[in-house]
């Protein structure tokens, strides 16, 4: 038994050079240009959502004192190319 997903149509403007990419990847994947910008979207949508969820985790862990000293990462950070690079300031 199939379902049925309930669908409607977006309209946006979009630079000509974009809208031809997405011909050319369309005729590349053989596939429809509505699936490749659902595709996209889809994408982009999940990355939105993983970056918001990695901020509000990072804000609670600051929240909570779960910081890293500036000085021992810039230490860190100079000391990598080095000799002797410091381990990851924890």
């Known amino acids: 038994?199939?379902?049925t997903m309930k669908t409607r149509s977006v309209t946006a403007h979009i630079p000509i050079?974009?809208?031809?990419?997405i011909d050319l990847m369309a005729e590349r994947l053989e596939r429809s240009k509505n699936w490749i910008?659902?595709?996209a979207l889809t994408a982009w949508l999940d990355q939105e959502d993983e970056r918001?969820?990695?901020t509000h985790?990072?804000?609670?862990?600051?929240d909570a004192g779960q910081v890293i000293d500036h000085?021992?990462?810039?230490?860190w950070a100079d000391s990598l190319g080095t000799d002797?690079?410091?381990?990851v300031p924890r």
């Not at 985790?57 to 600051?62: G, M, R, S, T």
């Not at 000085?71 to 230490?75: D, F, K, S, W």
Request: proline fraction near 7%; charge should be negative.
């Open 84 to 87: 002797k690079p410091l381990p």
């Open 52 to 54: 918001n969820r990695l």
């Open 71 to 75: 000085q021992a990462v810039q230490a």
């Open 17 to 21: 050079e974009l809208a031809e990419q």
């Open 1 to 3: 038994m199939a379902t």
């Open 57 to 62: 985790e990072a804000l609670a862990d600051v």
């Open 37 to 39: 910008v659902k595709q």
